[in-house]
């Protein structure tokens, strides 16, 4: 099943995002079996990060939960809200 982890920053946050990206991006890399795709949400024009979406394969919403607990930015502190919710890939699924 997937699941999209919908995760939003705390307030002033940017350069602690800034900070993590790498080992974040790195972290990303290693869930190339469970991660289907992920990016940040953004301000208006673009050009500031306040959020991620993250839409994973998992068996279980634990297990979905799991993967977002490990990301560096969750241990790091950078979100205010992580909401994890069942996600239908119906649109665009390559393996549909």
């Known amino acids: 099943m997937f699941y999209a982890i919908i995760c939003t920053d705390n307030p002033d946050s940017e350069q602690l995002r800034l900070d993590t990206r790498p080992i974040h991006r790195e972290h ?5 079996d469970k991660l289907k795709l992920a990016g940040p949400f953004t301000d208006e024009d673009g050009s500031q990060m306040n959020g991620s979406l993250l839409i994973v394969e998992a068996n279980s919403v634990e297990e979905a939960r799991a993967i977002a607990e490990a990301d560096p930015y969750a241990k790091a502190g950078l979100f205010a809200d992580v ?9 665009g699924n390559p393996d549909a």
């Open 28 to 32: 990303l890399k290693g869930l190339v």
């Open 83 to 91: 909401q994890i919710r069942p996600w239908n890939w119906l649109t």
